[in-house]
Every structure is written in structure tokens, then in C-alpha cells.
């Protein structure tokens, strides 16, 4: 049968065929050849040409399917990098861009046979950061550009200087305020021995006051009581005249240093690193349901990469599938929130009624400071190796 006149009605409905995808039962990998119908498949695979590509195939077929994996692979992943970077995307939309073209390699000439076991794949090797939700497979590509390398390893260098600013910093106050302590100490003074120079003379000048004549009171008069309340109040003021005069430049920086943590406000995001939390999610099946896990790594603020503690298995997770963990009483915690943030400490006391905790800060110029009533969701276990 000849082929259709251009410009024909069959001849354009042929071309929008030839331009859009086939059945992919009807596609031969091998011949790289797209049939239209069983009828003509089955003219093909009957073929001389068909019949020599599959003796090919079976000299070698390791060879032919470690090809088309590699090939289907670095499709997958070129598409991934220049579409969407290192943005966290669902894997099955990034298979249907692929396939979109029609020359593209079919996934059941690799060696894997569904898209799960290939986004696994990729998260074994290391080629991509993957997390299973309720949604399905996700996927965030790892750029190991050299580029891209050296900026990550610049600010990661960048960051770890303001740490070390910060941990000066730290030492420095810890010394003034231990120098501020050794300066008030009262000096011991031992008793010394009374010399007096042959010839000499002792003079006394005492200051001589006039006796006031006494002043008939009236036991009905509130002059009394008003003198009373007069000194009294004088008594008072200098009273608080000692106590402001005793108060010494380390109890100067105390203050100031609460009344700067009590300006601080609690943030909306709580993980940190090292820190013991707890998998409340149903999502990811009973094997990793209210199983504990260690932070190992804070993304974005929000989520948090996370190993846990039996199977040694590594989770992507938002803070919202995780909860915080109460240790026992003398444990270390680690405040979480609020004035006290990031600083370590030890449970002191639990109080179940109002679930809050009191600590004790464990380092740091503030240590032996007790915190009272912080919320469960403020401190969590410390992870000691």
C-alpha cells in the first residue's frame, strides 16, 4: 500500500501520530522502534533485522542493560539539574517531563522496574537526597559541581568564624567576670605588732559637744512618733545607700545580661543539632512510628535530617512529625526556645500538671543559673555518645 498524498487528511492525522507518544507495549528498545499497533509489533519482532538485535542482546545483555540504565540515569538526573537545581521536587513529576519525549529510553530496558526502585537508587549512591510523604517520593538533587563546592565550603568556612567570634566572645565575659569576682574579695590581714618610739608622745583631739537641754515631751503629742517615722524612713534610705554602693560591676553585667534575654522573643522553628526527638508521623508505617532519632543536621530552619537510634537509618523530616523528648531527672537537655536558646543544661525537676521543667544551666558564665517553668516543648534529651 503506497503511502497517503501530502496534504491528505490521513496524511496529516499520520504525522500528529508520528509526532505524539505510542503505547510503550508496542515499542522495541533494541531496534529503538515505535510500532503503532499489535499488528504491526508483531510484524516486527517476526523480522530478520529484530531477530539479529536480540542474538546481540543475549552474547552480551549485562552490557546492553547496564547501557540503557546509565542512559535512563543521567537523562533523569540532567533533567532534575537543569530544571529545577537543588530544589526538593516529587519524583514522579520529573518522569513525566522525561518521557514527554518520544525518543526518550523506556524505564523497563533498565534495570529497574518501577520509579520507587530508582528514586531508592538514587538515594543509596548518593546522587540525590530523597524522603518518602504522603504525597510520595521526593527528590533534591546534590549539585558536586566544583563551583558549587568551593561557594558551600566558603560560607561553611565563613560561618565557623562567626562561631569562633562568638566563642571569644564567651571566654572573654567568663574572664571579666572572673576578674571582677578575684577584685572584691576582702584581703586577709593578719594581726600586727604595736611599736611605740622612745619620747613620744600620744595626743587625742576629742571633738567636744554641748549636752542639749532636755525637752519636756507630751505623751499625747505625735511629735514622738513623727521623729520615730522620720529616722526611720533615714534608716531606710541609707540602707538601700549601702546596699546600691555594694552592688559590684559583676552583678552589673547579671543584669544586663537578663534584662536582654528577657527581650528576647521564641521563634517558630526549634530544631537543633544533637538533640534526641521522638517520630510522632504515621506517613512512614509503624516501623519508624514513635521510634527515636538524633539530629544530626538542620535544614531551612524548619526540618532537620535525622538517624535513628535502632536501625541507624536516615530520615529528611519537618519539625511538625517530630515532638521533643523528656529525659530523666539529672540528664542533660538542651534548651530549645526562648531567652535561653541553644545552651545546655540539667533537668532538675518535672512538674506534670503544668508540663513545664526546671533546669540548671551546665556551661557558660550563666552556669549553676536555675530556669523555672519552661515548657516540654522548650528543652529536649541531649544525644551522648
Known amino acids: 500500500m503506497g503511502k497517503h498524498e501530502v496534504g491528505t487528511p490521513k496524511y496529516i492525522a499520520n504525522k500528529i501520530k508520528a509526532k505524539g507518544l505510542q503505547k510503550l507495549r508496542w515499542y522495541c528498545q533494541m531496534c529503538m522502534k515505535q510500532c503503532r499497533d499489535e499488528n504491526g509489533f508483531k510484524c516486527h519482532i517476526t523480522s530478520e533485522s529484530h531477530q539479529r538485535q536480540l542474538l546481540l542482546f543475549a552474547d552480551n545483555q549485562d552490557r546492553y542493560i547496564d547501557e540503557f540504565s546509565k542512559e535512563f540515569s543521567d537523562g533523569y538526573l540532567e533533567l532534575l539539574r537543569r530544571s529545577f537545581g537543588t530544589k526538593r521536587v516529587h519524583a514522579n513529576r520529573i518522569y513525566q517531563e522525561y518521557i514527554t519525549d518520544r525518543n526518550h529510553l523506556h524505564m523497563n530496558a533498565t534495570q529497574w522496574e518501577t520509579l520507587t526502585e530508582f528514586v531508592k537508587w538514587l538515594g543509596r549512591e548518593g546522587k540525590c537526597v530523597v ?45 571579666q567576670i572572673e576578674r571582677g569576682m578575684s577584685s572584691y574579695k576582702e584581703p586577709e590581714r593578719g594581726p600586727t605588732e604595736l611599736i611605740r618610739k622612745e619620747g613620744e608622745t600620744i595626743t587625742l583631739n576629742m571633738p567636744v559637744f554641748k549636752k542639749p537641754n532636755p525637752v519636756p515631751l507630751d505623751p499625747k503629742s505625735s511629735a514622738l512618733s513623727k521623729l520615730k517615722g522620720h529616722s526611720s524612713k533615714e534608716d531606710g534610705k541609707s540602707h538601700k545607700k549601702k546596699e546600691e554602693k555594694r552592688k559590684s560591676a ?23 543539632e544533637n538533640i534526641v526527638v521522638k517520630v510522632i508521623t504515621s506517613s512512614l508505617g509503624d516501623k519508624y512510628k514513635n521510634k527515636k ?25 519537618d519539625q511538625e512529625h517530630v515532638e521533643t523528648v523528656i529525659p530523666n531527672i539529672g540528664r542533660k537537655v538542651k534548651i530549645l526556645n526562648g531567652a535561653y536558646s541553644g545552651l545546655v543544661a540539667e533537668l532538675v525537676e518535672v512538674n506534670a500538671k503544668k508540663f513545664s521543667t526546671c533546669v540548671k544551666i551546665a556551661a557558660g558564665p550563666l552556669r549553676g543559673k536555675m530556669v523555672t517553668d519552661l515548657p516540654y516543648e522548650d528543652i529536649s534529651k541531649l544525644h551522648t555518645e
Open 131 to 175: 524522603d518518602e510523604t504522603e504525597k510520595g517520593w521526593f527528590v533534591t538533587y546534590i549539585d558536586r559541581d566544583p563551583e558549587t563546592i568551593r561557594l558551600q565550603e566558603a560560607i561553611a568556612k565563613k560561618e565557623k568564624m562567626e562561631k569562633d567570634d562568638n566563642e571569644r566572645m564567651m571566654k572573654f565575659l567568663e574572664k
Open 250 to 272: 559583676l552583678d552589673e553585667i547579671m543584669e544586663e545580661e537578663e534584662l536582654k534575654k528577657k527581650k528576647v522573643k521564641k521563634n517558630d522553628y526549634w530544631l537543633q
Open 293 to 317: 532519632g538524633v539530629v544530626e543536621e538542620v535544614v531551612d530552619k524548619y526540618a532537620g535530617r535525622i538517624r535513628m537510634l535502632e536501625t541507624n537509618s536516615k530520615l529528611k523530616l
